[in-house]
């Protein structure tokens, strides 16, 4: 069965620090993944997706990158976290286009 | 960026009220998906739906992909307290998932 990892569960970093997110998923070969930030109590926004090793699409232009070096394994970055980039980070892949599945998520928060 | 706008965003009823949630955009998706979340963990899927018109049943949850395919609607019967946490609606098109804005949904005892 497939599974999807995503680490770390909690961290707390200064503002200026850089930033790790890693996601990894098992079970399948060329998923599709994504990289998701939702404020609490709202909806997720799309920040990054992926669907092979080095292709990386960005939807919307901030303080993050993302890359994907090997094919399930999909990492989230900064070089120097703004507070405005606190909040709860998913990272998901998808079978096919009709359902996504989710890591346990990330609750970042600069300080 | 694909909006999906879901109404209402917060909603608090007895236990044993109907109630009905809205997901509308104005863009045409191959599929839509409606999750259910809790508090510090990643979105479940519920349900997906891919014909315009079409309707799903889940035990007590009516789910319904408008006939353009642009909307849906979660309707749950006789809700419960378990039936809490944060209702979100998802489009699907390319490669793309754009999620909407959420429903928060609270069941009182």
């Known amino acids: 069965s497939q599974t999807i990892h995503q680490w770390p569960a909690t961290l707390v970093q200064p503002v200026g620090s850089p930033l790790s997110l890693e996601c990894t998923v098992e079970?399948?070969?060329?998923?599709?993944l994504y990289w998701y930030r939702q404020a609490a109590g709202r909806g997720l926004q799309l920040l990054f997706y992926?669907?092979?090793?080095?292709?990386i699409s960005s939807e919307v232009p901030q303080n993050l990158s993302a890359s994907r070096p090997q094919d399930r394994q999909f990492i989230l970055s900064s070089k120097k976290l703004l507070l405005s980039d606190s909040g709860f980070y998913l990272c998901?892949?998808?079978?096919?286009?009709?359902?996504?599945?989710f890591g346990q998520g990330t609750r970042l928060t600069v300080v | 960026t694909q909006l999906l706008e879901q109404s209402p965003q917060f909603l608090s009823i007895q236990e044993g009220e109907n109630l009905t949630v809205y997901c509308n955009s104005s863009?045409?998706?191959?599929?839509l998906q409606w999750y259910r979340q809790e508090p510090g963990e990643g979105p479940v899927l519920l349900v997906t739906?891919?014909?315009?018109?079409e309707v799903k049943k889940l035990k007590r949850l009516t789910f319904q992909f408008g006939d353009a395919r642009k909307d849906s609607s979660l309707h749950i019967t006789a809700a419960q307290p378990g039936d809490t946490g944060l209702y979100l609606c998802?489009?699907?098109?390319?490669?793309?998932?754009?999620f909407g804005t959420g429903t928060s949904l609270t069941v009182i005892p």
């Open positions: 998901a892949w998808t079978p096919r286009q009709t359902e996504a599945f």
């Open positions: 739906v891919v014909t315009g018109g």
């Open positions: 992926s669907v092979g090793i080095g292709q």
């Open positions: 998802a489009g699907a098109t390319g490669n793309e998932f754009y």
């Open positions: 079970g399948t070969s060329n998923p599709n």
């Open positions: 863009s045409v998706f191959s599929s």
